[in-house]
């Protein structure tokens, strides 16, 4: 599918490229168009081809990580991990704590979360699961004190 979206947009891009790209893109097909354009717009202002170092590049400028997280993701996640200990933590709440819309999360960050194990929907609420706190790199001490890793 990238491989034809590139040809629509006149880019070439090396295979392993598009690869990562996918990789990226939570396997939605609207995402992975969304992160070749930006590659691609990445690729004409800085000169270069749409190569790995490009598009790496590109996705960490844009703010994409290996997974697929993206600004909002890490927001949310963050504030599951380090202002709610983890969780529990309600819909409402978690909203307010991210300048985001309950509605927002729940539709668009919170299934994409919950499909690759980084959170976990309870009565209670929402709460991060280890793969998130290894993701984001912090550990949680016998104490409930938080330290960063990084």
């Known amino acids: ?9 006149e880019l070439e891009i090396e295979p ?7 990789s990226r893109s939570r396997g939605t097909p609207r995402i992975a168009n969304r992160l070749l354009r930006r590659v691609r717009d990445y ?18 400028l844009y703010d994409v990580d290996a997974v697929g997280l993206d600004r909002l993701d890490r927001a949310v996640l963050d504030a599951v ?24 999360i729940e539709s668009v960050v919170e299934p994409f979360l919950v499909r690759i194990g ?4 309870t009565p209670r609420g929402r709460v991060a ?14 104490s409930g004190v938080l330290f960063d890793d990084v």
Request: zero cysteines; glycine letters at 8%.
């Open 43 to 60: 690729a004409i202002v800085h000169a270069s081809g749409a190569d790995m170092p490009a598009v790496q590049s590109a996705l960490e």
């Open 118 to 121: 980084m959170l976990t929907r």
């Open 81 to 104: 991990v380090t202002r709610f200990d983890g969780g529990p933590v309600g819909l409402n709440t978690l909203a307010v704590s991210v300048g985001e819309e309950p509605e927002t």
């Open 16 to 22: 392993a490229a598009r690869h990562e790209i996918a």
């Open 129 to 142: 699961t280890r793969r998130a706190w290894d993701h984001l790199g912090v550990r949680r001490s016998t």
């Open 1 to 9: 599918m990238l491989a034809r979206a590139a040809r629509m947009l």
